[in-house]
T-cell receptor, first 114, second 113 residues
Framework: GESVGLHLPTLSVQEGDNSIINCAYSNSASDYFIWYKQESGKGPQFIIDIRSNMDKRQGQRVTVLLNKTVKHLSLQIAATQPGDSAVYFCAENEGIFGNEKLTFGTGTRLTIIP | DTGVSQDPRHKITKRGQNVTFRCDPISEHNRLYWYRQTLGQGPEFLTYFQNEAQLEKSRLLSDRFSAERPKGSFSTLEIQRTEQGDSAMYLC???????????FGQGTRLTVV
């Protein structure tokens, strides 16, 4: 079936360095994508979203890149801080005629090394 | 706190008992979602409401599960005759519209013993 997956389950980055978390999706009908951050024992926290009519979107210290040709999504976090340590999920939603649900990948655990 | 609120945060129940969880969405959000998350996995969609109407249910939602949103505000998720496999984090989310930011609550962690 269609699914969202991540290339790497874990990622360790030195504090202050930039990190890149990757995500592959297979549903060509998806046109809306979200990155969530989840800390232990908490619900997912919205980070940034992007629609399929864009290939890049920037937020505060975060950038999401979307490559529809190869169905790839990435989250770049600049100047990582200890508080960035968490599990990061990408999620996708189908197009305007699709259903309402978000389909999540299994997540990447990001660890910031002090 | 104007975010999504879930109650209780934790629930331990014996197998075969019924449990009910509550979700209070962000007040102006007309869409409300329930997801289930097991350890090490991403959230899985269960069901969704637009106002008081339950418009979509996942095949994961067996007949032991029922969700309501009677006045288009808060929602409840009931699990009857709980099984050990129901142990998970149950997450509620709300949003203003389709393909807009969905904000999640802190979740209710259910443990069935």
């Amino acid at each position: 079936g269609e699914s969202v997956g991540l290339h790497l389950p874990t990622l360790s980055v030195q504090e202050g360095d930039n990190s890149i978390i990757n995500c592959a999706y297979s549903n060509s009908a998806s046109d809306y994508f979200i990155w969530y951050k989840q800390e232990s024992g908490k619900g997912p926290q919205f980070i940034i979203d992007i629609r399929s009519n864009m290939d890049k979107r920037q937020g505060q210290r975060v950038t999401v890149l979307l490559n529809k040709t190869v169905k790839h999504l990435s989250l770049q976090i600049a100047a990582t801080q200890p508080g960035d340590s968490a599990v990061y999920f990408c999620a996708e939603n189908e197009g305007i005629f699709g259903n309402e649900k978000l389909t999540f990948g299994t997540g990447t655990r990001l660890t910031i090394i002090p | 706190d104007t975010g999504v609120s879930q109650d209780p945060r934790h629930k331990i129940t014996k197998r075969g008992q019924n449990v009910t969880f509550r979700c209070d969405p962000i007040s102006e959000h007309n869409r409300l979602y329930w997801y289930r998350q097991t350890l090490g996995q991403g959230p899985e969609f269960l069901t969704y409401f637009q106002n008081e109407a339950q418009l979509e249910k996942s095949r994961l939602l067996s007949d032991r599960f029922s969700a309501e949103r009677p006045k288009g505000s808060f929602s409840t998720l009931e699990i009857q005759r709980t099984e050990q496999g129901d142990s998970a984090m149950y997450l509620c989310a709300s949003s203003l519209g389709k393909r807009s930011e969905a904000f999640f609550g802190q979740g209710t962690r259910l443990t069935v013993v």
